[in-house]
């Protein structure tokens, strides 16, 4: 059974044809259900962070951390992402025709989608003057992150917090954003890409119409090279954790979280003991 619980089978009823009816106050209306499921899933608002923002981790606090062993430090990193995940499912499920598609294409959208929801969220909790982001209840900078051996791919989830700041997007345009970045109809292996392709139509006019409205249409190009950045980020993530898996497959296959392995472990590598 997948770990990606309560996923409902088509309902007509949310069928993406009746979007056509009035369009512009379907658009509002697309607009306005995707910002508030945002909202409701995203795990802390931004203004409570920003109170946060300089709790930042001791010496002594650093120390225990970078002290930590690779496999201890990358279970702890799988479960806060897993934790994330959790939250994207939830916002997954509240898109508008998301629910109507199949549930193999859901769970092949939130395989390759979800991290890329995860890091977009995450550059809300990013305080470009330290470089630290927000992590185990404090803003930690990228050494407290030196235990997991894969300072490459902390790296990049650093500049692409930064590049992401650096487009001081609203939240009702994250909100847009990463529900165009779930609904992608170029997701390998989907069983009904026409059908993806009609609900990805429509979020692509709520984000254009937010754009517009906000008088930044500038912003949409710039948005397409955020999700290629995103891809090849993701693609540095598995690559990382083949490797982890290779050096500590008890950890990989044991320790971590059934939804981290359902969602980012490749078929294969998954040992006897999770079900589908
Ligand atoms: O707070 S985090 O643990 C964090 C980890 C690394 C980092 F540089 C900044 C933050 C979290 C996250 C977890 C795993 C991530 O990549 C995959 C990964 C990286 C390293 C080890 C395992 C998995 C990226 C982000 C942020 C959002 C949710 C959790």
């Known amino acids: 059974s997948h770990e990606l619980m309560g996923i409902h089978p088509y309902n007509p009823l949310e069928d993406t044809y009746s979007i056509y009816a009035h369009p512009l106050r379907n658009i509002d209306e697309l607009c306005a259900s995707i910002v508030r499921s945002h909202r409701e899933t995203s795990q802390c608002r931004v203004e409570e962070l920003q109170a946060l ?17 690779v496999d201890e430090m990358w279970q702890h990193c799988a479960i806060q992402l897993t934790d994330a995940v959790q939250y994207v499912v ?40 330290n470089n630290t982001v927000f992590f185990d209840g404090k803003f930690a900078g990228a050494e407290v ?30 909100a847009l954003f990463t529900a165009l970045v779930l609904i ?38 710039k948005l397409y090279q955020r999700m290629a950045v995103l891809r090849s980020l993701c693609r540095l993530h598995i690559e990382k954790l083949h490797w982890f898996s290779q050096r500590y497959p008890l950890t990989a296959h044991s320790l971590f979280p059934p939804l981290y392995k359902e969602l980012f472990a490749s078929e294969g590598e998954l040992l006897p003991g999770t079900t589908h």
């Not at 069983?191 to 392709?197: H, L, M």
Request: proline share 2%; charged share 25%.
């Open 53 to 69: 923002r300089w709790k930042l981790f001791s010496r002594e606090e650093i120390q225990a951390y970078q002290s930590k062993t």
């Open 145 to 174: 992150f030196k235990s997991l051996a894969c300072g490459d791919l902390i790296a990049a989830v650093f500049d692409f917090a930064h590049d992401m700041c650096a487009l001081k997007l609203t939240e009702q345009q994250i």
């Open 184 to 221: 992608n109809a170029d997701r390998p292996c989907l069983e009904d890409r026409g059908r993806v392709q009609r609900v990805q139509r429509n979020v692509e006019l709520g984000l254009t119409h937010i754009l517009h409205r906000d008088n930044q249409d500038n912003l949409l190009h």
């Open 90 to 129: 939830e916002f997954a499920k509240r898109i508008p025709g998301f629910r109507m598609l199949s549930q193999n294409d859901q769970i092949a959208l939130l395989k390759t989608g979800s991290m890329e929801v995860v890091l977009v969220r995450m550059s809300r909790y990013f305080n470009t003057e």
